[in-house]
């Protein structure tokens, strides 16, 4: 980690969430995704330290992860939750994910009803 990537570890709710508030980009931002003891690790391009991470994120540039198999794994081991974007994108764009979680945390911090899927980020086009 750190020089060819970088991880954020999301709970899988708010991982589900983001998926969904982007789902409107083309093609979409969040790349790969690997799910491990109920938290989807997103892998973001080096360099990503510069984001502001909601409590309850995990930020890593240092250290190891453990990749899985690409065949489905048993028993809670890591698996993948996402392959990439339909573009064969891997990471996932840092700055669409720091707004879209942004988004999602205040709608939850002023919404006293069931969660739902907060309004759309307006965000500049992706190259």
Request: net charge negative; aromatic share 6%.
């Amino acid at each position: 980690m750190g020089a060819r990537f970088e991880v954020l570890t999301l709970p899988e709710g708010a991982a589900r969430a983001v998926i969904g508030v982007l789902a409107h980009h083309e093609p979409h931002p969040v790349g790969a995704a690997i799910a491990a003891d109920g938290g989807w690790s997103l892998l973001l391009p080096p360099g990503s330290h510069w984001e502001v991470w909601p409590l309850g994120a995990k930020y890593q540039n240092t250290g190891s992860l453990v990749v899985p198999p690409v065949i489905g794994t048993q028993n809670g081991s890591p698996r993948w939750a996402r392959f990439g974007n339909a573009a064969g994108r891997a990471f996932t764009a840092p700055l669409l994910l720091s707004l879209a979680l942004a988004a999602i945390s205040a709608h939850e911090e002023n919404d006293s009803g069931p969660a739902t899927v907060p309004p759309r980020v307006p965000t500049p086009e992706l190259v």
